[in-house]
T-cell receptor
Framework: EADIYQTPRYLVIGTGKKITLECSQT?????MYWYQQDPGMELHLIHY???????EKGDLSSESTVSRIRTEHFPLTLESARPSHTSQYLC??????????FGPGTRLTVL | GQSLEQPSEVTAVEGAIVQMNCTYQ??????LSWYQQHDGGAPTFLSY????GLEETGRFSSFLSRSDSYGYLLLQELQMKDSASYFC?????????FGPGTRLSVLP
């Protein structure tokens, strides 16, 4: 059973607000990822981390930042939310080679 | 460039067998994973192939041919609960590139 958590599960905010999406895992995994997924569409990599103090940008990283101060925690921050950010955000960590465990996701709506 | 192709939709009846294909073109390749995602839910891991051949886990089997840049997921004894989207994903060293997904509808 994968133990990876995301909060909030749902969020509705206004344009221009700064928000942080939380992700935590209790499995001790070094590698963690953030994906963006629109309904019925593929996953797009936003950011990833190979361990503490390691962060890298993915294909869709503009306007967001991440930090990895602790192994278990990998928050994603949108500095100024826009309606184009409306989507589902999925956090994942990698355990056994080839296996990614996903959190339940955060559904973000920007008005 | 990187690209993965999957059929957009597949429909089958309960009890049948269905095969969902995935072809890929990526800069690196370490293995092919399969994930299931129900509407409104998060992807869950099904299988991973690093070497050519067939891997079987219960009703699910996954196949890989690296020379053909091709893989498939086979579901047997289909059940209504198998209705979901199925994504293939290529592992490129530490990262994963996901395909567009195949939406499977299982009819009674």
């Amino acid at each position: 059973e994968a133990d990876i958590y995301q909060t909030p599960r749902y969020l509705v905010i206004g344009t221009g607000k700064k928000i942080t999406l939380e992700c935590s895992q209790t499995m001790g995994h070094d590698k963690m990822y953030w994906y963006q997924q629109d309904p019925g569409m593929e996953l797009h990599l936003i950011h990833y981390s190979y361990g503490v103090n390691s962060t890298e940008k993915g294909d869709l990283s503009s306007e967001s930042t991440v930090s990895r101060i602790r192994t278990e925690h990998f928050p994603l921050t949108l500095e100024s939310a826009r309606p184009s950010h409306t989507s589902q955000y999925l956090c994942a960590s990698t355990g056994t080679v080839g296996t990614q465990y996903f959190g339940p996701g955060t559904r973000l709506t920007v008005l | 460039g990187q690209s993965l192709e999957q059929p957009s939709e597949v429909t089958a009846v309960e009890g049948a067998i269905v095969q969902m294909n995935c072809t890929y073109q990526t800069s690196g390749f370490y293995g092919l994973s399969w994930y299931q995602q129900h509407d409104g839910g998060a992807p869950t891991f099904l299988s991973y192939n690093a070497l050519d051949g067939l891997e079987e886990t219960g009703r699910f089997s996954s196949f890989l041919s690296r020379s053909d840049s091709y893989g498939y997921l086979l579901l047997q004894e289909l059940q209504m609960k198998d209705s979901a989207s199925y994504f293939c994903a290529v592992r490129e060293d530490q990262n994963f590139v996901f395909g567009p997904g195949t939406r499977l509808s299982v009819l009674p």
